[in-house]
């Protein structure tokens, strides 16, 4: 079975200076990971995904997140935060897909990101 | 803008009701989900549909009834709910690959 970890609830940063929200999964294979955003009272906004290749992958808003094998990790991080960066950030996984399965993510429990001017 | 559209946003509903929820995405996808959000709870998948065929059941009372009439169109139909199922039910959609979910803006259920 496959599962996401977010160890922080939330996580506070000042503006200007860098951030990191953490993530790790457990999987029985390749894992295909992602990274969403809410923003309050909205859906979520897909961010960045690491399905293959380059370990450090760049996304929307400036975010970017680095695939650590060995240690099962998806960081999120940002080299300077934005008062208006301050949402619900949700780490998701999903095994390799089954062919005509859809793709069930799990998600995690999210950190919500404050960042203070 | 979002390509996936669901209505309505809100919803207040008494236990007795039915009621339904609709989902409409114009991204061209072949997977459509329903997920549940609860206040302090990770995010559950309810259901997810895919080539119109359900292929995942996860474990969701009866009272909540999936209908996939076509790809572009999910309902979840809304029947002698209880007060613990309000939260946000959201929909969304993908192709089978690469697989990252495309997100409607939610309907916001309260069960009095």
């Known amino acids: 079975a496959q599962s996401v970890a977010q160890p922080e609830d939330q996580v506070n940063v000042a503006e200007g200076n860098p951030l990191t929200v953490k993530c790790t999964y457990s999987v029985s294979g390749n894992p295909y990971l992602f990274w969403y955003v809410q923003y309050p009272n909205r859906g979520l906004q897909f961010l960045l995904k690491?399905?293959?290749?380059?370990?450090l992958v760049k996304g929307s808003y400036g975010f970017e997140a680095e695939f650590n094998k060995s240690q099962t990790s998806f960081h999120l991080k940002k080299p300077s935060a934005l008062v208006s960066d301050s949402a619900l950030y949700f780490c998701a996984v999903r095994d390799f897909p089954v062919e005509n399965a859809g793709n069930m993510l799990t998600f995690g429990g999210g950190t919500r990101l404050m960042v203070k001017p | 803008e979002t390509g996936v559209t669901q209505t309505p946003r809100h919803l207040v509903m008494g236990m007795t009701n039915k009621k339904s929820l609709k989902c409409e995405q114009h991204?061209?996808?072949?997977?459509m989900y329903w997920y549940k959000q609860s206040a302090k709870k990770p995010l559950e998948l309810m259901f997810v549909y895919s080539l119109e065929e359900r292929v995942e059941n996860n474990s969701v009372p009866s009272r909540f009834s999936p209908e996939c009439p076509n790809s572009s169109h999910l309902f979840l139909h809304l029947h002698t709910l209880q007060p613990e199922d309000s939260a946000l039910y959201l929909c969304a959609s993908s192709q089978e690959r690469p697989g990252e979910l495309f997100f409607g803006e939610g309907s916001r259920l309260t069960v009095l």
């Open positions: 991204l061209g996808h072949n997977a």
């Open positions: 690491y399905i293959t290749g380059d370990n």
